[in-house]
């Protein structure tokens, strides 16, 4: 077979690896052969995509994440089974794996794999010759007229599968200049993330299972992108790279050679129980940044998000012991949650005065609580009447993009008022303390931005910012959450 991946856009010259379609190519055994559209990076991607859909005897594999993914993904797929009927597609990656029913509700779509795809693709190519879907890990599928669904297969190492065929790409194309370096390349060293915060997706698919690559297969990688192909920093896309201190060590200890600067996400918790030895050595190893998921400034919300015992007070120290070694911590903040949004909006923007004053060098991103199936705090949501889109085309409608980006959730709680009130103290805040990530906007803009925020910031008028937001239209600035995970 003729196995055709397609990454859809995710963001306009978004130019990293796309993991999760290289994840399975690795595993696709002769004589099938395989062919990849990225349209991150494809100027061309639609005509590409019609030419490899054209050929006979051809398999479709999309990853679809929600938002920009997803509003890509259902428009091309429709067309192409429209246009090619013989054509078989289907879905993976945290989308299918979440909202499988409403993808199964559209007859293009010939089915999703759920969870990790690299057991199912080899198994789902021997089943789309000899017909045995039962036998596909994860698999969901029609059979005369019926959903049916396979079992889940045993969670695997990404370092037990083949490395990503980086030979059959360009590259260049994927060296991206960022705040970390000049060449730019990101990977992913485990599978899952070992806790179970009621909020996050990655739980709805690993269930708290966190499985990482040897420290010495990343090491190994790590410098097989510096040497062969020039990488002077690393992003681990991982959903936790820092979940066990002792890999973490090693990992650092063995590229600090090679002079590349990295990033990863990690738990607070966690890292303010690292030893001092092992900040010196990441530090020393080239770690720039850390993001970080600290969520709320109110203990009652860090609670209820079962963040393992987090308190406010942890967030304050973590960033005190990063900015002591020289790392960057990036505090991530998850917004307008039930209870009492608004004044957990006000504890958690007193934090971030508070975080600024300690360590000006750290960043801040600020999303708006948007519900997954997990129990909690999407129970409340569904006891006030939310309720997730049935079908793909209500997921595409005006409304429901808003709750993809993570600003307009559609939870019964949030005000309008809340929404004005995050958006103009956050215009507030990135004209005050412009992120670094943004490399685009120069030392001037900067400064002027800087400058045209610190009244506001000091005297705390964050109230209708209009000069502030029309000078960071003509700037272009663009906030870290746009460019965020
Ligand atoms: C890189 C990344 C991006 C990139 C784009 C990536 C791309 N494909 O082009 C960027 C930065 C643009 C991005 C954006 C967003 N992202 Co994002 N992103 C990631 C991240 C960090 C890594 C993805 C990755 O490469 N993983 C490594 C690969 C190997 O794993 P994988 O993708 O899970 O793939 C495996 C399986 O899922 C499966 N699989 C995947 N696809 C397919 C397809 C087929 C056919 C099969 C059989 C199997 C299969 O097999 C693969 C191998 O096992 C993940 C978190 C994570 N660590 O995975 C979040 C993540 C996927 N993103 C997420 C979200 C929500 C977003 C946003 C929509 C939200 C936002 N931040 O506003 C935005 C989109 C808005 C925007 N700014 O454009 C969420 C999804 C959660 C959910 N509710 O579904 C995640 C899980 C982060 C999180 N913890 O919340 N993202």
Same mark, same amino acid.
């Given at each position: 077979?003729?196995? $055709?991946?397609?990454?859809?856009?995710?963001?306009?010259?978004?130019?990293?690896?796309?993991?999760?379609?290289?994840?399975?190519?690795?595993?696709?055994?002769?004589?099938?052969?395989?062919?990849? $559209?990225?349209?991150?990076?494809?100027?061309?991607?639609?005509?590409?995509?019609?030419?490899?859909?054209?050929?006979?005897?051809?398999?479709?594999?999309?990853?679809?994440?929600?938002?920009?993914?997803?509003?890509?993904?259902? =428009?091309?797929? +429709?067309?192409?089974?429209?246009?090619? =009927?013989?054509?078989?597609?289907?879905?993976?990656?945290?989308?299918?794996?979440?909202?499988?029913?409403?993808?199964?509700?559209?007859?293009?779509?010939?089915?999703? $794999?759920?969870?990790?795809?690299?057991?199912?693709?080899?198994?789902?190519?021997?089943?789309?010759?000899?017909?045995?879907?039962?036998?596909?890990?994860?698999?969901?599928?029609?059979?005369?007229?019926?959903?049916?669904?396979? %079992? !889940?297969?045993?969670?695997?190492?990404?370092?037990?599968?083949?490395?990503?065929?980086?030979?059959?790409?360009?590259?260049?194309?994927?060296?991206?200049?960022?705040?970390?370096?000049?060449?730019?390349?990101?990977?992913?060293?485990?599978?899952?993330?070992?806790? /179970?915060?009621?909020?996050?997706?990655?739980?709805?698919?690993?269930?708290?299972?966190?499985?990482?690559?040897?420290?010495?297969?990343?090491?190994?990688?790590?410098?097989?992108?510096?040497?062969?192909?020039?990488?002077?920093?690393?992003?681990?896309?991982?959903?936790?790279?820092?979940?066990?201190?002792?890999?973490?060590?090693?990992?650092?200890?063995?590229?600090?050679?090679?002079?590349?600067?990295?990033?990863?996400?990690?738990?607070?918790? %966690?890292?303010? !129980?690292?030893?001092?030895?092992?900040?010196?050595?990441?530090?020393?190893?080239?770690?720039?940044?850390?993001?970080?998921?600290?969520?709320?400034?109110?203990?009652?919300?860090?609670?209820?998000?079962?963040?393992?015992?987090?308190?406010?007070?942890?967030?304050?120290?973590?960033?005190?012991?990063?900015?002591?070694?020289?790392?960057?911590?990036?505090?991530?903040? /998850?917004?307008?949650?039930?209870?009492?949004?608004?004044?957990?909006?006000?504890?958690?923007?007193?934090?971030?005065?508070?975080?600024?004053?300690?360590?000006?060098?750290?960043?801040?991103?600020?999303?708006?609580?948007?519900?997954?199936?997990?129990?909690?705090?999407?129970?409340?949501?569904?006891?006030?009447?939310? +309720?997730? =889109?049935?079908?793909?085309?209500?997921?595409?409608?005006?409304?429901?993009?808003?709750?993809?980006?993570?600003?307009?959730?559609?939870?019964?709680?949030?005000?309008?008022?809340?929404?004005?009130?995050?958006?103009?103290?956050?215009?507030?805040?990135?004209?005050?303390?412009?992120?670094?990530?943004?490399?685009?906007? !120069?030392?001037?803009?900067?400064?002027?931005?800087?400058?045209?925020?610190?009244?506001?910031?000091?005297?705390?008028?964050?109230?209708?910012?209009?000069?502030?937001?029309?000078?960071?239209?003509?700037?272009?600035?663009?906030?870290?959450?746009?460019?965020?995970?």
């Amino acid at each position: 077979m003729n196995v $055709v991946l397609y990454n859809p856009r995710a963001q306009r010259s978004h130019r990293r690896l796309p993991l999760s379609v290289l994840a399975l190519a690795r595993v696709i055994p002769a004589p099938h052969t395989w062919e990849l $559209v990225d349209d991150n990076v494809d100027p061309d991607a639609a005509a590409a995509l019609r030419r490899a859909c054209a050929k006979p005897n051809t398999a479709l594999f999309v990853t679809v994440m929600p938002g920009p993914q997803l509003r890509v993904a259902v =428009p091309v797929c +429709r067309a192409l089974k429209r246009e090619f =009927p013989n054509l078989s597609i289907w879905w993976g990656g945290y989308f299918p794996g979440i909202h499988t029913d409403a993808c199964m509700n559209e007859p293009w779509l010939d089915g999703v $794999v759920v969870g990790p795809g690299e057991a199912a693709v080899p198994a789902l190519l021997s089943a789309l010759t000899a017909g045995d879907f039962a036998a596909v890990p994860g698999l969901v599928w029609r059979e005369q007229g019926q959903v049916r669904r396979s %079992t !889940g297969a045993p969670l695997r190492a990404s370092a037990a599968f083949p490395d990503f065929p980086y030979e059959r790409l360009d590259m260049d194309r994927y060296a991206a200049r960022t705040f970390l370096g000049e060449r730019t390349f990101n990977h992913h060293s485990s599978v899952g993330c070992p806790y /179970v915060c009621n909020f996050c997706a990655v739980v709805n698919v690993y269930q708290g299972r966190w499985l990482p690559d040897p420290a010495e297969h990343v090491v190994r990688v790590v410098r097989r992108l510096a040497r062969e192909h020039g990488a002077d920093a690393i992003e681990f896309h991982d959903n936790n790279f820092f979940a066990w201190e002792k890999r973490t060590l090693e990992v650092a200890e063995g590229i600090a050679d090679r002079g590349v600067s990295w990033w990863g996400e990690g738990r607070i918790d %966690t890292m303010l !129980g690292f030893s001092d030895a092992t900040w010196r050595a990441m530090a020393r190893s080239g770690l720039r940044m850390v993001f970080f998921g600290a969520e709320s400034g109110d203990d009652e919300v860090l609670a209820r998000m079962d963040k393992g015992g987090l308190r406010v007070a942890d967030i304050g120290s973590l960033n005190r012991l990063a900015r002591s070694h020289g790392v960057r911590p990036e505090f991530s903040f /998850v917004l307008g949650t039930p209870g009492d949004p608004e004044k957990e909006a006000a504890r958690t923007f007193e934090l971030i005065r508070t975080l600024k004053r300690d360590n000006p060098d750290c960043e801040i991103i600020l999303y708006v609580y948007t519900p997954v199936p997990l129990p909690g705090m999407y129970d409340t949501a569904t006891a006030g009447g939310f +309720r997730f =889109p049935t079908t793909l085309d209500d997921w595409l409608s005006p409304q429901w993009s808003g709750f993809d980006h993570r600003r307009n959730p559609l939870t019964p709680w949030i005000t309008p008022r809340l929404i004005r009130q995050i958006s103009d103290f956050e215009t507030v805040l990135n004209a005050r303390y412009p992120t670094h990530t943004d490399v685009r906007l !120069g030392r001037w803009g900067r400064r002027a931005l800087r400058l045209a925020g610190r009244a506001r910031w000091e005297l705390g008028l964050t109230r209708a910012p209009v000069e502030l937001r029309a000078m960071q239209k003509l700037l272009s600035y663009r906030q870290p959450e746009e460019m965020g995970f």
